[in-house]
């Protein structure tokens, strides 16, 4: 027995001595004398010149944050001083990564579970330049690694890194991306005192939803302060703003505060939220506003189509998840904001899908105003244009938009977005409402179906078809109104207010142009309108903003209000050149009707308008008009001599049986009284060719 007891203390005896040698060695050992071979095996892994310049040191103390028993066992902290990475050999700086120190913690047990498990790590005095070149080589991505993994199967290791919280001091980083058209320097500091993340949030979102106040309650406070300068899509950009002090890499419930500032160009964004589980890049929960000239002047920052508008601001929470398997995807949900004078709230999603990442949502406005629509079409004033950035002026001698479709943005991406305007404001007499568009961009093709509203206690359905895979674009147009009351198409209009007549309508337009100018300068098609009982004046031209109407007008009918018995228009176009087919008003005084053409390629007008009076009591209608110029600068006159003789006789309306007949798919009588169209057309139809 006592042998035994004898070995048993020998043994412990030796472990002891061990153990203190151990602990003496590695107290004393000059680690330096490692840094030849650390610094030759790190340089040859990574293809990189990498060095410890500095100190390298392993010192013992214990890690008082430990749960239970751990505490009091001292734990290695690993130092090092001025490290460099080197660039790649085409970069412009000469470092890659420089810090001034690094302070790792270890926990030496782990390791015999083939775990290398790091507390935590503080970087300090960290620098960063990040380069890439327009044929897409970074210099983050390090070739000889890169290789090695190539031609290796893919086994997966038995050792585990679990790396606790990284923390940093002063440092920065600059960036010169060719592809993004980048060159960005960016600058952190400490702050002299943290800042609570709760009273960031607080002061702007005010009072938030319980779910929020909890969880600016858990984040950490901000321990840095940032700033940026430089350029980002080729416009200048600047920012500022705050971060945490501390990245919990493996505690992905532990959110990393951010807060942000930034201006690129009149763009600017601001940004106060949290990054959850950074070491995958996990989820951003942030309230986003943004605001500027036009939507469309967010492409070069995010990279996402959106159309042309005017000023702009919108409020709301975004959220994103960088891991989903599908592609990283984005939610700016809730979010109300304003484009003009329109509001605008409802979400969006945006997800990183192939072969392009797509966009879906729902929009809703209360109140639209008309105008705010026009810079989609190009059709908004210069100095509109100008503040959005619109590339094309507008020739002061052109009526129709020049500014041409951005075609090339529509195939980076696709879209499914369906928008809802409950009241549309052209005038404040004829409010337009139930707007509903439903948006889908697909591999370049853009397609409004449908594009419906209702006007005017009628309906008004259209389908747009842009295809932006042809060069130039292709479009075509399909219209329909139906049932639109006169007496609420005008209603201001007193002696309209006893009409009981409708205006109904069809169009098919198609054509090929890169603008709406150019669509309509090579359209093909037709257009077919018919109003049934109405009424017109000098002063209902001249509430249309009319000025030849009000010219036409007063000398057809001086200052008279006169009955509209019908009103029939059917035009054809080819090649961007319009000629009525049919084109003719019945008048409880004559019969007028409208010959000639208009050009939308060069915008001219020949128009003639030829009144056939039913009695000689109107002296004002014996001379015939014309209409001259351009759509931009008409100028119209009356008609002296010959040209007088086309008035006589039914034959001026020069119909043939097919505009008649198709017209009279239209006729649609109102609220029981007679229909005044349908005798004019069977009379027409019926005249020989």
Same mark, same amino acid.
């Given at each position: 027995?006592?042998?035994?007891?004898? /070995?048993?203390?020998?043994?412990?005896?030796?472990?002891?001595?061990?153990?203190?040698?151990?602990?003496?060695?590695?107290?004393?050992?000059?680690?330096?004398?490692?840094?030849?071979?650390?610094?030759?095996?790190?340089?040859?892994?990574?293809?990189?010149?990498?060095?410890?310049?500095?100190?390298?040191?392993?010192?013992?103390?214990?890690?008082?944050?430990?749960?239970?028993?751990?505490?009091?066992?001292?734990?290695?902290?690993?130092?090092?001083?001025?490290?460099?990475?080197?660039?790649?050999?085409?970069?412009?700086?000469?470092?890659?990564?420089?810090?001034?120190?690094?302070?790792?913690? /270890?926990?030496?047990?782990?390791?015999?579970?083939?775990?290398?498990?790091?507390?935590?790590?503080?970087?300090?005095?960290?620098?960063?330049?990040?380069?890439?070149?327009?044929?897409?080589?970074?210099?983050?991505?390090?070739?000889?690694?890169?290789?090695?993994?190539?031609?290796?199967?893919?086994?997966?290791?038995?050792?585990?890194?679990?790396?606790?919280?990284?923390?940093?001091?002063?440092?920065?980083?600059?960036?010169?991306?060719?592809?993004?058209?980048?060159?960005?320097?960016?600058?952190?500091?400490?702050?002299?005192?943290?800042?609570?993340?709760?009273?960031?949030?607080?002061?702007?979102?005010?009072?938030?939803?319980?779910?929020?106040?909890?969880?600016?309650?858990?984040?950490?406070?901000?321990?840095?302060?940032?700033?940026?300068?430089?350029?980002?899509?080729?416009?200048?950009?600047?920012?500022?703003?705050?971060?945490?002090?501390?990245?919990?890499?493996?505690?992905?419930?532990?959110?990393?505060?951010?807060?942000?500032?930034?201006?690129?160009?009149?763009?600017?964004?601001?940004?106060?939220?949290?990054?959850?589980?950074?070491?995958?890049?996990?989820?951003?929960?942030?309230?986003?506003?943004?605001?500027?000239?036009?939507?469309?002047?967010?492409?070069?920052?995010?990279?996402?189509?959106?159309?042309?508008?005017?000023?702009?601001?919108?409020?709301?929470?975004?959220?994103?998840?960088?891991?989903?398997?599908?592609?990283? !995807?984005?939610?700016?949900?809730?979010?109300?904001?304003?484009?003009?004078?329109?509001?605008?709230?409802?979400?969006?999603?945006?997800?990183?899908? &192939?072969?392009?990442?797509?966009?879906?949502? &729902?929009?809703?406005?209360?109140?639209?105003?008309?105008?705010?629509?026009?810079?989609?079409?190009?059709?908004?004033?210069?100095?509109?244009?100008?503040?959005?950035?619109?590339?094309?002026?507008?020739?002061?001698?052109?009526?129709?938009?020049?500014?041409?479709?951005?075609?090339?943005?529509?195939?980076?991406?696709?879209?499914?977005?369906?928008? /809802?305007?409950?009241?549309?404001?052209?005038?404040?007499?004829?409010?337009?409402?139930?707007?509903?568009?439903?948006?889908?961009?697909?591999?370049?093709?853009?397609?409004?179906?449908?594009?419906?509203?209702?006007?005017?206690?009628?309906?008004?359905?259209?389908?747009?078809?842009?295809?932006?895979?042809?060069?130039?674009?292709?479009?075509?147009?399909?219209?329909?109104?139906?049932?639109?009351?006169?007496?609420?198409?005008?209603?201001?209009? &007193?002696?309209?207010?006893?009409?009981?007549?409708?205006?109904?309508?069809?169009?098919?337009?198609?054509?090929?142009?890169?603008?709406?100018?150019?669509?309509?300068?090579?359209?093909?098609?037709?257009?077919?309108?018919?109003?049934?009982?109405?009424?017109? !004046?000098?002063?209902?031209?001249?509430?249309?903003?009319?000025?030849?109407?009000?010219?036409?007008?007063?000398?057809?009918?001086?200052?008279?209000?006169?009955?509209?018995?019908?009103?029939?228009?059917?035009?054809?176009?080819?090649?961007?050149?319009?000629?009525?087919?049919?084109?003719?008003?019945?008048?409880?005084?004559?019969?007028?009707?409208?010959?000639?053409?208009?050009?939308?390629?060069?915008?001219?007008?020949?128009?003639?308008?030829?009144?056939?009076?039913?009695?000689?009591?109107?002296?004002?209608?014996? !001379?015939?008009?014309?209409?001259?110029?351009?759509?931009?600068?008409?100028?119209?006159?009356?008609?002296?001599?010959?040209?007088?003789?086309?008035?006589?006789?039914?034959?001026?309306?020069?119909?043939?049986?097919?505009?008649?007949?198709?017209?009279?798919?239209?006729?649609?009588?109102?609220?029981?009284?007679?229909?005044?169209?349908?005798?004019?057309?069977?009379? /027409?139809?019926?005249?020989?060719?």
């Amino acid at each position: 027995m006592s042998r035994t007891r004898g /070995v048993l203390l020998w043994f412990l005896g030796t472990l002891a001595v061990l153990v203190v040698v151990l602990v003496v060695f590695l107290a004393t050992f000059d680690w330096n004398r490692l840094k030849p071979t650390l610094n030759e095996r790190v340089s040859e892994t990574l293809g990189r010149p990498f060095a410890v310049q500095g100190d390298l040191d392993v010192r013992w103390q214990r890690d008082r944050e430990a749960p239970g028993w751990r505490s009091w066992f001292p734990h290695p902290t690993l130092t090092a001083e001025d490290i460099t990475l080197g660039n790649a050999e085409w970069g412009q700086a000469p470092d890659f990564v420089h810090l001034d120190s690094i302070e790792a913690h /270890v926990r030496p047990l782990a390791l015999l579970g083939k775990r290398v498990s790091i507390p935590a790590i503080t970087l300090g005095g960290p620098s960063a330049h990040i380069e890439r070149l327009d044929d897409g080589r970074a210099n983050w991505t390090f070739e000889k690694l890169a290789a090695s993994e190539e031609g290796e199967e893919e086994k997966p290791s038995a050792w585990v890194l679990d790396i606790g919280t990284i923390g940093f001091d002063k440092g920065s980083v600059s960036l010169d991306d060719q592809i993004l058209r980048a060159q960005v320097q960016v600058n952190v500091t400490p702050l002299g005192e943290p800042v609570p993340y709760s009273q960031i949030m607080a002061a702007a979102q005010g009072e938030g939803a319980q779910e929020e106040q909890a969880q600016a309650a858990a984040t950490q406070d901000y321990a840095f302060a940032w700033n940026a300068e430089g350029r980002y899509g080729g416009q200048p950009v600047s920012g500022e703003g705050r971060v945490g002090g501390l990245l919990a890499l493996q505690d992905a419930a532990q959110p990393f505060p951010l807060q942000v500032d930034l201006r690129a160009g009149k763009t600017r964004v601001t940004v106060e939220g949290t990054l959850s589980d950074p070491r995958n890049l996990g989820a951003l929960d942030l309230r986003l506003r943004l605001s500027g000239d036009s939507l469309g002047n967010l492409y070069p920052l995010i990279g996402v189509t959106l159309p042309d508008t005017g000023a702009y601001s919108t409020d709301g929470r975004l959220r994103a998840d960088l891991q989903d398997p599908g592609g990283a !995807s984005f939610l700016y949900e809730g979010f109300n904001g304003r484009i003009g004078g329109s509001d605008i709230s409802g979400d969006l999603a945006y997800v990183a899908l &192939e072969p392009r990442p797509k966009l879906t949502g &729902e929009l809703t406005s209360n109140q639209l105003r008309f105008a705010d629509l026009a810079p989609l079409i190009g059709a908004d004033s210069e100095q509109s244009r100008q503040a959005r950035g619109a590339t094309r002026k507008q020739p002061a001698d052109r009526a129709l938009p020049v500014e041409e479709f951005r075609t090339d943005r529509w195939r980076d991406m696709d879209a499914d977005v369906r928008f /809802v305007g409950r009241r549309i404001i052209h005038d404040e007499a004829l409010p337009i409402r139930d707007l509903n568009a439903h948006v889908v961009l697909d591999d370049g093709v853009l397609s409004l179906q449908p594009l419906s509203f209702g006007l005017a206690g009628g309906r008004l359905e259209t389908d747009v078809r842009l295809d932006g895979q042809r060069t130039p674009l292709a479009g075509r147009v399909r219209l329909e109104a139906r049932a639109l009351k006169l007496n609420q198409l005008f209603p201001t209009v &007193e002696t309209m207010q006893k009409s009981l007549g409708e205006l109904n309508g069809n169009a098919d337009i198609q054509g090929t142009g890169n603008s709406v100018a150019a669509l309509l300068g090579s359209a093909n098609g037709e257009l077919r309108l018919l109003m049934n009982d109405g009424t017109v !004046s000098r002063s209902l031209m001249e509430l249309a903003g009319l000025n030849v109407g009000n010219y036409l007008v007063g000398r057809l009918f001086g200052d008279e209000e006169v009955q509209i018995n019908c009103a029939v228009i059917d035009l054809g176009m080819k090649n961007g050149l319009a000629e009525p087919r049919l084109f003719v008003f019945d008048t409880e005084n004559a019969v007028i009707n409208v010959t000639g053409r208009v050009n939308f390629k060069n915008e001219n007008m020949d128009l003639d308008i030829v009144p056939r009076s039913k009695g000689i009591r109107i002296i004002s209608l014996r !001379s015939p008009l014309y209409v001259r110029g351009t759509l931009k600068d008409p100028r119209p006159g009356v008609h002296a001599g010959p040209l007088a003789l086309r008035g006589a006789g039914m034959i001026v309306l020069g119909a043939t049986v097919g505009p008649a007949a198709g017209l009279l798919a239209l006729v649609a009588p109102s609220g029981g009284q007679a229909d005044q169209c349908g005798p004019l057309l069977e009379q /027409v139809r019926k005249l020989p060719r």
